[in-house]
């Protein structure tokens, strides 16, 4: 992306939901690496500084990860769900340090009771807290086994009436085939949720496309990595891939 000038320009979004998934949390030997976080912790700063009202949905595969279930003799699949869940709150109760450390009030709202640590998912106080400036950080995904925490942001971003999803990866978009394999694979510009379902894209799972479909949601899939991509997409520069229900797909050539 060349040189985004956001001077004299105003974010084109009030309330977004990020959704990072737990391996972006994670470094080259660690798990977790709390570098990674202070510095993703930083970037979300820099939109926070915009007055957008910021809820985050983290995910918890670079700890465990419910679909390892299917290779165990012993450990059936809401278990593991249900231990991914747990993995969650670990990393937001992580990422919730790291916005602090910055000077950002943070809550951390969960979808399985710890009452220890964080508060129970209430969708009204989660609004509240947003309008008070906190940002929310929503964990343990929908609570329940067998949904992701992909439908989980497409469940959140709807009770909290965000106006996107923003969907951090480590790659530039959505792509044809796989970057990695083929450095002939062209990005997407657009893609409509139907496009993604039928065509079974990776990015989301079809259950969050359809949420997203039926509440008009659009997701804007993008590289976390590349500094200023985020507070590009606030400004609504043509970052990454955005998913919609508007047009037809578009390639990047």
Same mark, same amino acid.
């Given at each position: 992306?060349?040189?985004?000038?956001?001077?004299?320009?105003?974010?084109?979004?009030?309330?977004?939901?990020?959704?990072?998934?737990?391996?972006?949390?994670?470094?080259?030997?660690?798990?977790?690496?709390?570098? #990674?976080?202070?510095?993703?912790?930083?970037?979300?700063? /820099?939109?926070?500084?915009?007055? #957008?009202?910021?809820?985050?949905?983290?995910?918890?595969? $670079?700890?465990?990860?419910?679909?390892?279930?299917?290779?165990? /003799?012993?450990?059936?699949?809401?278990?593991?769900?249900?231990?991914?869940?747990?993995?969650?709150?670990? $990393?937001?109760?992580?990422?919730?340090?790291?916005?602090?450390?910055?000077?950002?009030?943070?809550?951390?709202?969960?979808?399985? /009771?710890?009452?220890?640590?964080?508060?129970?998912?209430?969708?009204?106080?989660?609004?509240?807290?947003?309008?008070?400036?906190?940002?929310?950080?929503? #964990?343990?995904?929908?609570? $329940?086994?067998?949904?992701?925490?992909?439908?989980?942001?497409?469940?959140?971003?709807?009770?909290?009436?965000?106006?996107?999803?923003?969907?951090?990866? @480590?790659?530039?978009?959505?792509?044809?085939?796989?970057? @990695?394999?083929?450095?002939?694979?062209?990005?997407?510009?657009?893609?409509?949720?139907?496009?993604?379902?039928?065509?079974?894209?990776?990015?989301?799972?079809?259950?969050?496309?359809?949420?997203?479909?039926? $509440?008009?949601?659009?997701?804007?899939?993008?590289?976390?990595?590349?500094?200023?991509?985020?507070?590009?997409?606030?400004?609504?520069?043509?970052?990454?891939?955005?998913?919609?229900?508007?047009? @037809?797909?578009?390639?990047?050539?």
């Amino acid at each position: 992306m060349e040189f985004f000038d956001d001077r004299n320009k105003t974010p084109v979004y009030k309330r977004i939901l990020l959704k990072l998934s737990g391996e972006v949390l994670s470094g080259e030997s660690e798990h977790l690496d709390l570098d #990674v976080a202070r510095k993703i912790a930083q970037q979300i700063a /820099e939109i926070y500084s915009l007055g #957008v009202g910021i809820g985050i949905v983290i995910g918890g595969g $670079n700890i465990w990860r419910g679909s390892m279930a299917a290779h165990s /003799e012993f450990l059936d699949r809401p278990t593991a769900d249900y231990m991914g869940m747990l993995a969650t709150i670990i $990393n937001g109760l992580a990422l919730q340090a790291a916005l602090e450390h910055l000077g950002i009030p943070t809550r951390v709202q969960t979808a399985i /009771e710890v009452k220890n640590v964080a508060e129970p998912f209430i969708r009204r106080r989660a609004i509240r807290h947003l309008e008070k400036g906190r940002i929310v950080i929503f #964990v343990a995904g929908t609570g $329940n086994p067998f949904f992701s925490t992909d439908t989980a942001a497409a469940l959140r971003a709807s009770e909290i009436e965000a106006q996107v999803i923003l969907k951090a990866t @480590k790659v530039e978009g959505v792509y044809d085939s796989d970057p @990695k394999v083929n450095p002939m694979a062209k990005r997407y510009e657009h893609l409509t949720y139907l496009d993604a379902i039928q065509n079974r894209l990776t990015i989301m799972d079809s259950t969050a496309f359809s949420l997203c479909m039926d $509440n008009r949601i659009p997701i804007v899939v993008f590289d976390m990595f590349k500094p200023g991509n985020l507070k590009a997409v606030i400004f609504g520069a043509p970052v990454g891939t955005l998913v919609s229900d508007c047009q @037809k797909s578009q390639i990047r050539r």
